[in-house]
């Protein structure tokens, strides 16, 4: 495999997408996410989505974080996430690599739109860094 190693500085930060079911799991989804703001103000908590969007095919919300909270906060996750499934993946300038090669998940791992991350990621190298989900 070529993998597209990069130097740790291209990470320009970082995101946690919360992946739910509006039908079973959001009350656990809404009770983490209290607490994440709870303990963790200087993150920059998203919306609700209840359907899919961008890249993600499960509904979720997403919280981003400085690389400087990395360590913190990814191990925080790693013990308090009530069950439920989360990406962690960096930005770099390619969606595809951030979501598909960079970034890991607790719990299980999900499928994403992978079609649409390609097309962002020719779209980051033609215009020089859009950044998608
Ligand atoms: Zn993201």
Same mark, same amino acid.
């Given at each position: 495999?070529?993998?597209? &190693?990069?130097? $740790?500085?291209?990470?320009?930060?970082?995101?946690?997408?919360?992946?739910?079911?509006?039908? =079973?799991?959001?009350? /656990?989804?809404?009770?983490?996410?209290?607490?994440?703001?709870? =303990?963790?103000?200087?993150?920059?908590?998203?919306?609700?989505?209840?359907? =899919?969007?961008?890249?993600?095919?499960?509904?979720?919300?997403? $919280? =981003?974080?400085?690389?400087?909270?990395?360590?913190?906060?990814?191990?925080?996750?790693?013990? &308090?996430?009530?069950?439920?499934?989360?990406?962690?993946?960096?930005?770099?300038?390619?969606?595809?690599?951030?979501?598909? /090669?960079?970034?890991?998940?607790?719990?299980?791992?999900?499928?994403?739109?992978?079609?649409?991350?390609?097309?962002?990621? $020719?779209?980051?190298?033609?215009?020089?860094?859009?950044?998608?989900?």
């Amino acid at each position: 495999m070529n993998f597209p &190693n990069r130097p $740790v500085e291209a990470i320009e930060g970082w995101h946690a997408h919360v992946y739910y079911d509006p039908d =079973a799991t959001k009350p /656990i989804a809404a009770g983490l996410r209290a607490r994440i703001v709870e =303990a963790f103000p200087d993150t920059r908590m998203g919306s609700w989505h209840d359907e =899919a969007v961008g890249p993600h095919l499960v509904a979720m919300y997403q $919280v =981003a974080f400085e690389t400087h909270q990395f360590d913190k906060f990814v191990q925080w996750l790693a013990v &308090n996430r009530d069950g439920l499934d989360i990406l962690v993946h960096p930005h770099t300038d390619n969606a595809w690599n951030d979501h598909i /090669i960079f970034g890991f998940w607790l719990g299980e791992k999900l499928p994403l739109n992978e079609e649409r991350l390609k097309q962002f990621a $020719v779209r980051a190298e033609r215009d020089g860094g859009v950044q998608a989900g």
